[in-house]
């Protein structure tokens, strides 16, 4: 397997109308909602549990902070385990907006009998931005697990 360095890999996906991961994710939680309400008794729990119990099933834990310096804002945490190319970035009516979903798929042989696995990790996050951004001028970045963005303050 070779090695790559932070050029090889594609830009972090910047989108303005359609934001494809995070209708994926609200479709994985939406059939994990519809496995757990019809695995359990009728009598016991409510639509809204099995929603929250779906959520915290499909949903990875994150930890991104939003902060502020003079000039920008600054989104940044740990997404370790996502590539560039599996993390989708929006800012829509004020709010800033990421997500992200990795699955990686592996395999292993025990005589005759070839286990397969799926594992998938996804996120989402968003943040109420404070007014006064320049977000056609935002930075993304993810190095090493570390993801970044920063949104230029405008000018007084």
Do not use: Y
């Amino acid at each position: 397997m070779n090695s790559q360095t932070s050029t090889d890999l594609p830009a972090i996906r910047k989108s303005n109308d359609t934001f494809a991961t995070f209708n994926q994710i609200q479709d994985m939680i939406r059939e994990r909602a519809f496995r757990i309400f019809n695995d359990r008794n009728f009598n016991e729990g409510d639509a809204l549990s099995d929603w929250l119990n779906a959520e915290s099933e499909v949903l990875s834990d994150i930890d991104l902070k939003l902060g502020e310096d003079p000039c920008s804002v600054v989104i940044d945490g740990s997404v370790k385990g996502f590539l560039p190319d599996e993390i989708e970035v929006r800012v829509k009516d004020g709010v800033f907006e990421v997500a992200g979903i990795h699955t990686e798929e592996s395999s292993s042989k025990e005589g005759e009998v070839t286990k397969a696995a799926l594992k998938q990790m996804s996120f989402f996050r968003s943040f109420k931005l404070p007014d006064s951004l320049n977000t056609d001028k935002m930075e993304v970045n993810l190095d090493c697990g570390r993801f970044t963005a920063k949104i230029p303050k405008v000018s007084h």
